[in-house]
């Protein structure tokens, strides 16, 4: 699998805003928070990257519900896979509190959002090749040729 570590800076987290959110997990006993979306640095034809940022040493999570009834199911997960409709990231925010940082995300009014603490945070991209077949997309990666998932671009498990 062909995945490139990603060093995120400051100015960097406002990329998030507008790419499709395609799934996010909380592992309250790993203390880790993974999301899985649009990758806002490679967009050409013919390719699609994909980003996961790993939190660690994430506390004091909390899910802010939007007006949706249904979106309140994704309290700790969510997959764009038999979800009703597509959520992007409108806003990713970080802050300094206590000497962690706070990272709040907003899926908008119909989803809500969510904030933790956390201590740090890993990111990588997968980039593949995207090609029509039939009347399906077909996305191979792009170092090794591996057909992948949309729906599950770095595998099966998130963590």
Do not use: H
């Amino acid at each position: 699998m062909g995945m490139e570590e990603l060093v995120l800076g400051d100015g960097d987290w406002e990329g998030l805003r507008e790419c499709l959110l395609i799934e996010y997990a909380l592992d309250r006993g790993r203390r880790e928070f993974v999301i899985v979306g649009d990758y806002w640095g490679e967009r050409t034809s013919g390719r699609r990257s994909f980003i996961r940022l790993v939190f660690e040493g994430v506390e004091d999570f909390k899910r802010e519900p939007g007006v949706s009834s249904g979106a309140r199911a994704y309290w700790g997960e969510y997959w764009l896979r038999g979800a009703p409709g597509g959520v992007v990231i409108q806003s990713f925010e970080t802050l300094s509190e206590e000497g962690r940082m706070r990272a709040s995300l907003w899926f908008g009014p119909s989803f809500g959002g969510c904030s933790f603490l956390y201590g740090g945070v890993r990111a990588s991209v997968r980039s593949a090749r995207v090609e029509m077949r039939g009347t399906d997309w077909e996305y191979r990666d792009i170092e090794d040729n591996e057909v992948l998932d949309f729906y599950a671009p770095f595998g099966k498990a998130l963590m």
